[in-house]
């Protein structure tokens, strides 16, 4: 690599009298204004709210419940790098549910709980288990469906994507959180 050439004395004496009548900022000139704080609750606060009976409907929409073809949801608005990792499964998974054996009603209440309990312990990714449905009647995997439904309503959920072979295929999902802050 090249180093910058030195600049002679007539670009020296140019600077000079292009800079005369300049003069350094004193410190009471800078003006500092902070971004306004994000609102922040305690982790009593968090831990104590009611767990919502209705935060799931089974029935949202006409059409029954599939999950997309591509098996990846989100909201939108985040970065592309971090979704990237996230779909690679390249991000640490700090909380699993594993739903295997549950009713739809029983998962439900599982799922809520566990949404609830990653938040107050600031998870961002999680995964949920709900197993490829291979033991259900007619051998459709209904959790799957229910869960992919659930959890595009949870306010909280940013995004979620089909599990990696190593993390359960198709029978699991990583789910991205909104974190809370709290004090």
């Known amino acids: 690599m090249r180093r910058p050439r030195q600049p002679d004395n007539e670009e020296l004496e140019l600077f000079r009298q292009a800079m005369s009548d300049v003069r350094p900022l004193k410190k009471q000139d800078v003006v500092f204004r902070p971004k306004r704080p994000l609102p922040r609750r305690s982790r009593d606060e968090v831990a104590s709210e009611p767990l919502p009976d209705n935060l799931f409907s089974d029935h949202h929409g006409d059409d029954p419940p599939t999950p997309p073809d591509d098996g990846f949801f989100t909201r939108g608005g985040l970065q592309h790098k971090l979704l990237r990792r996230f779909r690679r499964g390249q991000m640490p998974i700090e909380g699993e549910l594993d739903l295997h054996g549950q009713r739809s009603l029983e998962a439900r209440q599982s799922l809520t709980h ?15 288990i709900h197993g490829k449905g291979n033991r259900s009647e007619n051998a459709t995997p209904v ?41």
């Open 143 to 183: 959790l799957r469906a229910r869960v992919w439904q659930w959890l595009r309503q949870h306010p909280e959920v940013l995004a979620m994507v089909q599990a990696q072979p190593r993390d359960g295929g198709s029978g699991a999902l990583y789910v991205l959180l909104k974190l809370c802050y709290t004090k």
């Open 114 to 128: 566990f949404l609830h309990q990653a938040q107050h312990m600031r998870c961002r990714v999680v995964r949920i």
